[in-house]
């Protein structure tokens, strides 16, 4: 079954330090990964999306992924925190093999950066 | 431009009653789908929408839910005879075309409330 993993439920960082939200992949075929942010009381906003070429995508806020395709991995990073960067994050995978492009989800990393 | 709408914002239903809840997604988009975000369930593909391809909906959880898109535009989602398993927030998102590729913009969703 094709399924996305995001180990930890809450990370911790500092502001101004760099932080790491780790997604981890499993996936028939070619991947095709997204992450996305959610606010309080927001609806999920599209950050960066890997589909092909470069294993380093850069996307929204600041933000940037690393595609590591020997360790079916997907993690966002950033080089500096913002507070304002606390939210919750959802690593997807798009679906392969069906007729939709739907998205496959992790549980979501809750991300708190301290002032 | 105009994001992805939703409506009602909240929702709050007494056990066995039915609910619609409103879509209205990018103009232009042909795709469109569902999601449902609970508690410790994450997010969960309910139902998608392809111009007047027939939708897939191998996402609803039972019967009691069902979905239509009128003119390729607004969707509807009901759900008949509500039980307290089915309070969570309930997501719509749409993207442009068929691509693979192409990211889903979300909306700020429905919270229900099934007492």
């Known amino acids: 079954a094709q399924s996305v993993a995001q180990p930890e439920d809450q990370v911790n960082v500092a502001e101004g330090n760099p932080l790491t939200v780790k997604c981890t992949y499993s996936v028939s075929g070619n991947p095709y990964l997204f992450w996305y942010v959610q606010y309080p009381n927001r609806g999920l906003q599209f950050l960066l999306k890997y589909i092909t070429g470069d294993n380093l995508v850069k996307g929204s806020y600041g933000f940037e992924a690393e595609f590591n395709k020997s360790q079916t991995s997907f993690h966002l990073k950033k080089p500096s925190a913002l507070v304002s960067d606390s939210a919750l994050y959802f690593c997807a995978v798009r679906e392969n093999g069906g007729a939709t492009n739907k998205l496959i989800f992790g549980t979501g990393t809750l991300l708190a950066v301290q002032p | 431009g105009a994001g992805v709408s939703q409506s009602p914002s909240n929702k709050v239903t007494e056990k066995g009653k039915d609910v619609e809840l409103r879509c209205d997604p990018i103009?232009?988009?042909?795709?469109l789908y569902w999601y449902r975000q609970s508690l410790g369930q994450g997010l969960e593909f309910l139902i998608y929408?392809?111009?007047?391809?027939?939708?897939?909906k191998s996402g609803l959880p039972s019967d009691r839910f069902s979905a239509e898109r009128t003119g390729g535009s607004v969707s509807t989602l009901t759900i008949q005879r509500t039980q307290q398993e089915d309070s969570a927030v309930y997501l719509c998102?749409?993207?442009?075309?068929?691509?693979?590729?192409?990211?889903?913009?979300f909306g700020p969703g429905t919270r229900l409330t099934v007492l």
């Open positions: 929408f392809q111009g007047n391809s027939a939708p897939d």
């Open positions: 998102a749409s993207s442009y075309g068929r691509s693979t590729y192409n990211e889903q913009f």
């Open positions: 103009s232009g988009h042909t795709a």
